[in-house]
């Protein structure tokens, strides 16, 4: 296979015949047309020979015949005479026709830096634009100089435009592609040193965590193993947020999660319990799921049954399946390739602070397979593949964790959060509030505080910095505050809207939350060990999660603990307390185990427990605005804001920030803040 050579030195080689042609010219030899001639023929013909074309140098050999046709035919001198001149501003012409029919002549050589993936982002021709317009003004100016100037004058001034017009090439690309990637990221990159080792007053912290969800609980464990000393305030009487569990006459409930990924070998859940000295055995245990389409189910036992189960389901689709789940695969290890330093895949914006703007640059050629899903929707990913619309559903079944629509979805995000319980598996937390308790536990051990039931009021700001915040009365001082919490909630209410610039909290303002859901908890004397764990409705729209298939202990002896789920609008339930709202709840529930009776026969007459919540019941547990459950819309439509706000010293973590909402990615959130507290250090050997 023909290694392709590299973009620059290809243009330095199309060069080569203009430069013998201007200085052979200059020193008065007319055979300087013809040697250009013949390099020009000698560069064109390989790129005949691969289709591999080049216009300038196409340019170039049209313009050396004409003046080797003039010179020897009709002994017109002005081709050599007037060299610098003609040549320049044939290059000019060339640059500005290029732009003109949107193939700028940089474009062509560029794409031999960048893998195809890259060909089509718009940044790419943004810069090739530019490139190209710098370079068309630089032939410009170098024609008027060799008109105006005689030499040596106008030798020195072209030449130094065109080592100028290099210098540009080469810097230009890092830094548009940086500022493209990092937006206002570099407005909020404010750095606070916090020193564990100075002593502190007794309500003095280096570090306080608003919100005992996932990512602050992560936060605090890892900050507080580093030395740090933190304190986590909870307003209510246990931690985890939608990662906890309660119990109802011996049967145990998680509030919201039971698919949860990351627990492969470089998964970020997996990376903290290696990182805090905690077993995943004792944690987690794997999912088993069935998903019904079309009154057809399919088991899925172990993430390698997939694609042989899909096989025989569409066998037609034989060769798309293999080729998608590769294709998939090989994005999924890539967006993972990171984490060996950091335990988490990075966003641009944190790849070009952590690695530098050559990591960035080369990003493209490293990711190739991911970049190609960062650039598309699911849909379009699903639609490159397949032509089953049956199949398109099936591998759209784990949407419902990010809640969106195939064609509203970023690939990336499928991939990362849908599609990787395909490949990689889901995991039960056995309970969820056992992990919740065990990140407590380190924080605790580590000589860090959690404090339950203390709702934080206010989050103390002042000049622009983050003081500390005040729960129950009481003021608790720190330089770095860690809001897990909703962004909007921190922002605009605990912050204060005034301590915001008018632009940045209309921003925070417009953000749309994500869709909610409903629950029914029951708990029922019957034996469902033969079902799976989780069985996905995708006919009627529902979820059953048999939690004691799981967690043996979510139940008595063969007996059963189960939560059917379901989308939710917050805006379809009249205000708790009112009677419309009780109807409204008794329907809903009584809605969802007729749906569930369909798959589980006879289960309305085995109920022992029941209890409900709805997206308002969300929100009165946990504050989250509209009781969402990944904060906000994680559609193409939404940019989530920084984990960095522009009041110095105050962090976001959890669904509010990258990278939204599940277990995993609260994990990487609160991962992310505390390697950025601690200044993103590694064992590595590396800062």
Request: aromatic residues 12%.
């Amino acid at each position: 296979m023909r290694r392709r050579m590299p973009g620059s030195l290809s243009i330095l080689i199309s060069f080569i015949p203009w430069i013998f042609y201007w200085v052979l010219s200059g020193m008065g030899y007319v055979f300087g047309v013809i040697v250009a001639l013949l390099l020009s023929t000698a560069i064109l013909i390989p790129q005949f020979f691969w289709l591999d074309i080049t216009f300038m140098d196409v340019i170039s050999l049209i313009y050396f015949s004409i003046a080797a046709l003039a010179v020897y035919v009709f002994n017109i001198k002005v081709f050599v005479e007037m060299a610098g001149f003609l040549g320049y501003t044939v290059l000019f012409l060339m640059a500005t026709l290029s732009i003109v029919i949107k193939q700028p002549y940089t474009l062509q050589v560029s794409k031999r830096d960048y893998p195809e993936v890259y060909w089509k982002d718009r940044s790419f021709m943004v810069i090739n634009n530019v490139i190209t317009w710098a370079w068309a003004i630089i032939f410009l100016l170098n024609a008027a100089i060799f008109l105006f100037l005689g030499s040596p004058l106008s030798i020195i001034l072209s030449n130094t435009f065109i080592v100028l017009g290099i210098a540009f090439s080469q810097i230009f690309p890092i830094k548009a592609i940086t500022h493209f990637a990092t937006g206002d990221f570099k407005k909020y990159d404010w750095k606070v040193d916090v020193n564990p080792e100075k002593p502190k007053d007794r309500d003095e912290y280096d570090v306080i965590v608003v919100g005992a969800g996932i990512a602050g609980l992560v936060c605090a464990a890892m900050l507080s193993k580093r030395g740090y000393r933190v304190l986590v305030l909870e307003q209510h009487h246990k931690v985890g947020g939608y990662c906890s569990s309660f119990q109802r006459k011996g049967y145990v409930f998680n509030t919201g999660v039971m698919d949860v990924s990351g627990l492969w070998e470089k998964g970020a859940v997996n990376y903290l319990l290696r990182e805090l000295g905690l077993k995943k055995e004792e944690l987690f245990v794997r999912n088993t799921a069935r998903i019904i389409l079309r009154g057809k189910k399919i088991e899925i036992r172990n993430p390698r049954e997939i694609v042989e189960k899909l096989s025989k389901i569409f066998p037609e689709e034989l060769k798309n399946i293999h080729a998608f789940f590769e294709d998939a695969r090989r994005a999924y290890e890539e967006c993972y390739k990171e984490a060996e330093f950091y335990g988490v895949p990075l966003p641009a914006w944190l790849i070009v602070k952590v690695f530098g703007e050559r990591k960035l640059i080369d990003y493209p050629k490293e990711h190739p397979h991911f970049y190609d899903w960062l650039c598309k929707s699911y849909k379009q990913k699903l639609d490159e593949y397949f032509r089953n619309d049956d199949l398109k559903a099936i591998l759209s079944a784990n949407l419902g964790y990010l809640g969106t629509e195939p064609e509203k979805t970023p690939a990336s995000s499928a991939l990362t959060a849908a599609l990787s319980y395909f490949l990689q598996g889901g995991y039960f937390p056995k309970p969820a509030q056992k992990f919740a308790d065990s990140l407590k536990n380190v924080i605790e051990s580590y000589g860090g505080k959690v404090l339950v039931r203390h709702r934080v009021e206010k989050i103390v700001a002042e000049g622009g910095e983050v003081k500390g915040v005040k729960s129950r009365g009481r003021f608790y001082g720190a330089r770095v505050v860690v809001a897990n919490v909703n962004a909007k909630t921190a922002l605009l209410e605990l912050v204060g809207e005034e301590h915001l610039n008018a632009k940045f909290a209309e921003y925070i303002k417009s953000l749309k939350m994500s869709p909610s859901c409903f629950m029914v908890f029951l708990g029922v004397d019957m034996d469902l060990s033969g079902y799976p764990t989780l069985i996905k409705n995708l006919d009627d729209g529902y979820e059953v999660v048999i939690n004691s298939n799981a967690c043996k202990e979510a139940a008595p002896e063969r007996k059963a603990s189960i939560t059917i789920l379901a989308p939710a609008d917050y805006h379809d339930f009249p205000e708790r307390g009112t009677e419309e709202y009780y109807r409204k709840k008794k329907e809903f529930a009584e809605m969802l185990i007729r749906k569930a009776e369909k798959v589980i026969p006879g289960l309305s007459r085995h109920i022992v427990v029941k209890d409900v919540a709805t997206p308002k019941t969300l929100e009165r547990y946990t504050s989250m605005p509209q009781g969402a459950i990944y904060a906000f819309d994680q559609s193409v439509d939404t940019k989530r804001p920084y984990f960095k706000t522009p009041i110095k010293g105050l962090y976001l973590a959890g669904a509010s920030t990258f990278p939204g909402g599940g277990v995993e990615a609260a994990v990487i959130s609160g991962i992310i803040c505390a390697q950025d507290i601690c200044g993103w250090k590694t064992d590595h050997g590396k800062d």
